[in-house]
């Protein structure tokens, strides 16, 4: 199936059973029904909405025995029948997530997970080399730091695993499971546990996975997914002759379906599109007019995002947020906009593209003081 089929695909021809748990239920109990089913997040259910607790907000507990879940989750859009899943991959890659519920009737009906969604994906692109997916240069830790510091970079650059070395050499992998999985006590996991004052000082070493997935940066992404899938994991550690080269999780499997070109070659991302297909449409289209627009005056851009936000008002009129992040290797531009009609909230958006590009045409003609120039006539020069 190619990617273009994959996206239209409703969501529900690739939904699973899905569990929820209470606002109230203790993060040590939460732990234990993300490892008993060897869960990477789990979804917790209220009457209007449905949030999700991965093991990286997990990782920012320090007593597990009394702290609620409702303490540590965020609120996460749902998915009905309707939506297909390209929605749903959109939606897991913006918020670093693996899966979301599905609902119907205000019900949970199931959920879609990153697994099936990259099996149907290698269907089509089996040939792809690695290297065009992964995240290169990953950070990495020596096994003979602190699980403290690896639990302190994860939180902090929103990832679930670290390549662990010795010296340069790559000796494994600690990722936030192990780390979460590991605040139960062995013996009696509903006694008190506490990671700061009894784990935070035990060895990197004593926390990694040696048997990894790992592969060559020449690899086709089929055997990189052959190769996950046997050693169990959602990542693989991309190596060229022993030196680590990258890293490539499932999340990184998603950009297939989300990334869209706008005509000039610039990956576009736009989340929360209108359930409406004319509305849809018409909101990228302007996206695509936009970033064009300002790749005029701002020729190194190298990504475009657009996060739609509805809400409800008193008068049961939807309110738009839109907030657009431009990124360029030197700087990252974004602005927001509100308004009760998306076209008119992007038209918003497009006068600040417009000035974002007189400014650049500003700056692009500057003076400067020539020592043998008269004073009061500076030679121009362009940028």
């Not at 607790?53 to 996460?76: F, G, H, P």
């Amino acid at each position: 199936m190619n990617p273009i089929e994959l996206k239209s695909l409703p969501v529900t021809e690739l939904s699973t059973n899905v569990e929820t748990l209470d606002p109230e239920t203790s993060i040590a109990k939460v732990i234990g029904f993300m490892r008993e089913r060897k869960l990477m997040e789990v979804f917790i259910d209220e009457r209007e909405r449905t949030a999700i607790v991965t093991l990286r907000d997990l990782l920012k507990v320090d007593n597990i025995t009394s702290t609620k879940v409702s303490n540590v989750m965020s609120y996460i859009p749902k998915l009905n029948p309707n939506n297909n899943v390209g929605d749903a991959a959109t939606l897991m890659f913006e918020y670093r997530i693996r899966s979301l519920p599905i609902y119907n009737n205000r019900k949970p009906v199931g959920k879609i997970d990153t697994g099936p969604i990259i099996d149907k994906v290698i269907d089509s692109q089996r040939a792809v080399k690695v290297n065009r997916l992964m995240t290169s240069n990953p950070i990495t830790i020596d096994e003979k730091n602190d699980i403290g510091k690896a639990r302190r970079i994860m939180i902090r650059r929103k990832i679930d695993q670290i390549p662990t070395t010795n010296g340069e050499k790559l000796q494994g992998v600690v990722s936030s499971d192990s780390i979460v999985f590991n605040m139960l006590p062995v013996v009696d996991r509903d006694s008190k546990g506490n990671f700061r004052s009894s784990r935070s000082k035990d060895l990197v070493e004593d926390y990694d996975y040696p048997d990894f997935a790992q592969n060559d940066v020449s690899d086709p992404l089929s055997k990189v997914l052959e190769n996950m899938k046997k050693a169990e994991r959602t990542y693989s550690v991309i190596t060229s002759f022993d030196e680590i080269q990258g890293i490539i999780t499932h999340r990184d499997f998603m950009r297939i379906l989300t990334s869209q070109e706008a005509s000039d070659g610039i990956p576009m991302y736009v989340v929360g599109l209108p359930e409406d297909p004319f509305e849809a449409e018409l909101a990228r289209e302007k996206f695509e007019r936009i970033v064009k627009l300002i790749r005029r005056g701002n020729p190194d851009i190298v990504e475009a995002r657009a996060i739609i936000k509805a809400g409800e008002t008193k008068a049961a009129r939807k309110r738009y947020n839109v907030q657009v992040f431009v990124m360029s290797p030197r700087k990252m531009y974004n602005y927001r906009a509100f308004g009760f009609e998306l076209p008119e909230v992007f038209d918003e958006v497009e006068r600040w593209g417009k000035k974002l590009v007189e400014r650049s045409d500003r700056g692009s003609r500057r003076t400067r003081a020539d020592p043998g120039s008269p004073r009061g006539k500076p030679d121009l020069w362009v940028n």
